[in-house]
């Protein structure tokens, strides 16, 4: 647990706190690592040899399932999303990683891949790779979110606020569900719209939530100056890194909202650090060529 100090007075009726699941394993960090460990046990219970999963370019999910497979003894299988990928000159480090640690990767159109959970997409796939276990694009299930109700303690239950990242919906909805009743849960989702909440209410059972959908930055993995000279500037002052998918934004979001006073003075927050990090690499890669500020 990391106290953020107060900066330029907007802290000073609050206490501000970094959970640093991204310490957890270098590799299946963060709710990585809390998705896949009820699914790897699973897997292993029924006695099967491959994972499958599903993901794009730069997918940290794609990531963590390749290195967990590896370290349990699971062949693996990525189904990634754009048959271009397989052919571009410049090297993806995601998917480079993902090789490295044995996973078979699967490239399709992005036609193709809106079917990815029909029957006849799951046939072609068995009749290619043989049986496996299908771990769901960025690992999002009720056995993933078993897993991330874990992300909380008892330690944690003075906070008012508990803050995440939201991807899939997976990570926000275990904390949810663990969550105490005087607790709220904020979601600052990395996508635009607002279909997550409904994916969200399959797995939440308490009503203690909501989506702060203003901090997406126009939507996943698009970023701006601004975004880029926070996490730098966080870095800098912190020692603790932000990727900017999803933990940079939320974080960037709280900022602006006790800015704002959105929080009630004397609130104690609790802001959960994903991981996600393993994506800096190609995100520099891409403001390289813009000519942009690259993250620290």
Not at 90 to 118: C, D, H, I, W
Request: aromatic letters at 12%; one cysteine or more.
């Amino acid at each position: 647990m990391f106290k953020i100090p107060d900066i330029s007075n907007i802290q000073l009726q609050n206490q501000l706190y970094l959970k640093p699941e991204y310490l957890i394993d270098p590799f299946v960090s963060g709710n990585k690592y809390r998705k896949l460990k009820y699914n790897i046990l699973e897997a292993k219970a029924q006695n099967f040899s491959q994972l499958v999963t599903f993901g794009g370019a730069y997918s940290n999910h794609i990531a963590a399932v390749a290195a967990a497979g590896k370290r349990f003894g699971f062949g693996t299988i990525g189904v990634i999303r754009g048959e271009e990928l397989q052919y571009k000159k410049q090297p993806n480090s995601t998917l480079t990683f993902a090789e490295s640690q044995g996973m078979q990767l699967y490239y399709v159109s992005r036609e193709a891949y809106r079917q990815k959970a029909t029957p006849a997409f799951l046939q072609l796939l068995q009749n290619k790779f043989g049986s496996f276990y299908i771990v769901p694009e960025g690992g999002t299930n009720e056995l993933a979110v078993l897993g991330c109700e874990e992300i909380l303690t008892q330690a944690d239950a003075q906070f008012d606020y508990i803050t995440c990242a939201v991807g899939t919906g997976g990570t926000i909805s275990g904390l949810i569900n663990s969550a105490n009743v005087h607790q709220k849960i904020l979601g600052f989702p990395a996508l635009k719209g607002d279909f997550l909440t409904k994916d969200i209410s399959k797995f939440a059972q308490q009503k203690n939530w909501e989506l702060i959908t203003a901090y997406h930055f126009g939507g996943y993995a698009k970023i701006n100056s601004e975004l880029i000279s926070f996490i730098n500037n966080f870095k800098e002052q912190f020692n603790i890194p932000l990727d900017p998918i999803y933990t940079g934004k939320m974080v960037y979001g709280v900022f602006h909202m006790l800015q704002k006073g959105y929080f009630p003075e004397g609130s104690k927050i609790l802001m959960i650090h994903t991981g996600g990090l393993q994506g800096i690499v190609g995100m520099n890669r891409v403001l390289e060529n813009k000519n942009m500020t690259k993250i620290k």
